[in-house]
């Protein structure tokens, strides 16, 4: 187990490495027959949509996240917002990406330094213009709800979280989402929107190849485990059990974890507008 690399720009590394073989997410675009892009959505366990969301709507949010961040100096002096441009002379650790595993459970990371970014980075969730305008765009409603058949049925989960990581701070480990969402049905899309444009060694989200099936057997060992235990049918859906790590993660070491599975990892470049659907137990 290797410490946390040094962030090096132009070399796409997680965790415990820089990332050999790693491949591209398929693309697709929302104006596809629905049946094919069904079948997309099964076989791989995503769907990488290219321009659900317009690009204006998308810098808008950025924007106004920003702009409410400037006030911690975490972005570069004399630089528009909206280009999100981290201030070098200031120290990462300053600027905590939430829920990132700093103090475990999506809890508060940093101390106290970091004590205002994280609570104006926690109060943004909660901001018309996240929580409302960018969160339930009517582009990304509408098209979830002709995609799934859930029509007027579609509803918005109010959990979601606006990741923020800033050059070269822990993002989120490995994980699948149903793991956060276990006291409901695997029945739910996750959408992962950038808000921005992210270069491949940008940060943005990577995917295990074919990864849902990895994590339903990892959810089946998990029961298996709390059934061996004695669990409650409680304590068994809480992600944070006793047989589980205590941030509810997989592993913290993307390049043992595929290595285990023999399975890449997918990357990609995202522009604003983009949106990659997922299932509940795509790793
Ligand atoms: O904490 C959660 O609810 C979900 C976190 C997550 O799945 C993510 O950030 O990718
Ligand atoms: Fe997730």
């Known amino acids: 187990m290797q410490p946390p690399l040094e962030f090096q720009p132009n070399i796409l590394a997680v965790n415990d490495g820089p990332l050999q073989q790693v491949k591209y997410l398929h693309q697709s675009r929302p104006t596809e027959p629905l049946e094919a892009l069904r079948q997309r959505y099964e076989a791989d366990?995503?769907?990488?949509?290219?321009?659900v969301l317009p690009r204006a709507d998308v810098l808008k949010a950025r924007h106004e996240?920003?702009?409410?961040?400037?006030?911690?100096?975490?972005?570069?002096?004399?630089?528009?917002?909206?280009?999100?441009?981290f201030n070098?002379?200031?120290?990462?650790?300053?600027?905590?990406?939430?829920?990132?595993?700093?103090?475990?459970?999506?809890?508060?990371?940093?101390?106290?330094?970091?004590?205002?970014?994280?609570?104006?980075?926690?109060?943004?969730?909660?901001?018309?213009?996240?929580?409302?305008?960018?969160?339930?765009?009517?582009?990304l409603l509408e098209f979830i709800a002709r995609f799934t058949g859930w029509d007027a049925?579609?509803?918005?989960?109010?959990?979601?979280?606006?990741?923020?990581?800033?050059?070269?701070?822990?993002?989120?480990g490995v994980h699948?989402?149903?793991?956060?969402?276990?006291?409901?049905?695997?029945?739910?899309?996750?959408?992962?929107?950038?808000?921005?444009?992210?270069k491949v060694c940008g940060g943005g989200l990577i995917y295990l190849e074919d990864g849902d099936p990895v994590g339903v057997a990892?959810?089946?060992?998990?029961?298996?485990?709390?059934n061996a235990a004695g669990?409650?049918?409680?304590?068994?859906?809480d992600a944070f059990n006793s047989n589980m790590m205590a941030t509810g993660l997989l592993s913290e070491y993307p390049l043992e974890f595929a290595r285990e599975n023999q399975?890449?990892?997918l990357v990609a470049e995202y522009e604003a507008g983009d949106v990659v659907l997922h299932k509940p137990h795509t790793v």
């Open 45 to 51: 366990g995503y769907l990488f949509l290219k321009g």
């Open 65 to 85: 996240y920003f702009t409410m961040m400037q006030q911690t100096g975490v972005l570069e002096e004399n630089t528009d917002p909206v280009q999100g441009i």
């Open 88 to 139: 070098q002379l200031k120290s990462p650790a300053e600027f905590p990406g939430i829920g990132a595993g700093g103090a475990g459970k999506n809890g508060r990371p940093g101390g106290e330094n970091a004590a205002q970014f994280v609570d104006l980075a926690i109060e943004a969730h909660y901001r018309d213009w996240y929580a409302e305008e960018f969160c339930r765009h009517p582009a």
């Open 153 to 172: 049925d579609t509803l918005g989960l109010r959990r979601s979280l606006l990741r923020n990581n800033i050059p070269g701070t822990k993002p989120i």
């Open 176 to 198: 699948y989402d149903q793991i956060f969402l276990r006291h409901g049905e695997p029945t739910s899309v996750t959408a992962w929107v950038p808000i921005g444009d992210i």
């Open 218 to 226: 990892c959810e089946e060992d998990f029961k298996k485990k709390a």
């Open 231 to 237: 669990l409650s049918d409680d304590e068994a859906k």
């Open 263 to 265: 399975r890449s990892w």
